[in-house]
Each structure stands twice: as structure tokens, then as C-alpha cells.
Nanobody
Framework: QVQLVESGGGSVRPGGSLRLSCAAS????????MTWFRQYPGKEREAVAGISPNSVIINYADSVKGRFIISRDNEAETVYLQMNSLKLEDSAMYYCAAEMLRSYRSWDNWSEYTYWGQGTQVTVSS
């Protein structure tokens, strides 16, 4: 059984940085693809960054490329999202998700994921 708990959200000014963490119990022994999603009020969840079990495959949404970095520590069962150069439009609820994807091409499809955390709020404001 996988349990995900996000932390690290908060308020920051534009241009600032935050690091989100996802404590992911149960992923060490299995091949879970891990993805960070975000959700704006009234909108569907959108994929931000995803990472394969062995960290070989890393994907980013175009909107965050060059600013966000996803990483994972399987021994510590933790996934991170380093967010730099934050913009107003990065304000959202951020969720960690886990799934043993049959195809990594579907990494950005929220409906493919079984396990979700409760979310952590990121607010970027001046």
C-alpha cells in the first residue's frame, strides 16, 4: 500500500524558490512512476514533472522547463520538486502521485494514477 504525504508549500514572492517533498511510503520495492501535478481552482489537474523509478526518464511540462527540477530518493522513499524562478501563475495546489505506469507516454494523464497525496498549497504573490 502506497501512502503519499506532501510538504513544503507556502507563500513566496515572484522569482523566489520552494522545495516540495513527497514522503512516499511503499514505493521502495516497486516500480512506481512519480509525478507532481498541480490544480487551479475549477480546473483539472495538470502534470508538472514526472520521474521514472530509476530516475532515467524525467519529464517536465513546457511551462516549468528550466525552472523546476524533480528528483527522487528511493531509499528514503521521497520525491522532491525544486521550484525556482517562481511566477504568479505557479500558484496552485500541488499533488504528488504514484503509479506503476504501463507506458511512460501517459505520465501526464492524471486519470492513470491510483495513489495521491492530500496536496500542498503554493502561493506566489507580490
Amino acid at each position: 500500500q502506497v501512502q503519499l504525504v506532501e510538504s513544503g508549500g507556502g507563500s513566496v514572492r515572484p522569482g523566489g524558490s520552494l522545495r516540495l517533498s513527497c514522503a512516499a511510503s511503499g514505493i521502495r520495492e516497486m516500480s512506481y512512476f512519480m509525478t507532481w501535478f498541480r490544480q487551479y481552482p475549477g480546473k483539472e489537474r495538470e502534470a508538472v514533472a514526472g520521474i521514472s523509478p530509476n530516475s532515467v526518464i524525467i519529464n517536465y511540462a513546457d511551462s516549468v522547463k528550466g525552472r523546476f527540477i524533480i528528483s527522487r530518493d528511493n531509499e528514503a522513499e521521497t520525491v522532491y520538486l525544486q521550484m525556482n524562478s517562481l511566477k504568479l501563475e505557479d500558484s496552485a495546489m500541488y499533488y504528488c502521485a504514484a503509479e506503476m505506469l504501463r507506458s511512460y507516454r501517459s505520465w501526464d494523464n492524471w486519470s492513470e494514477y491510483t495513489y495521491w497525496g492530500q496536496g500542498t498549497q503554493v502561493t506566489v504573490s507580490s
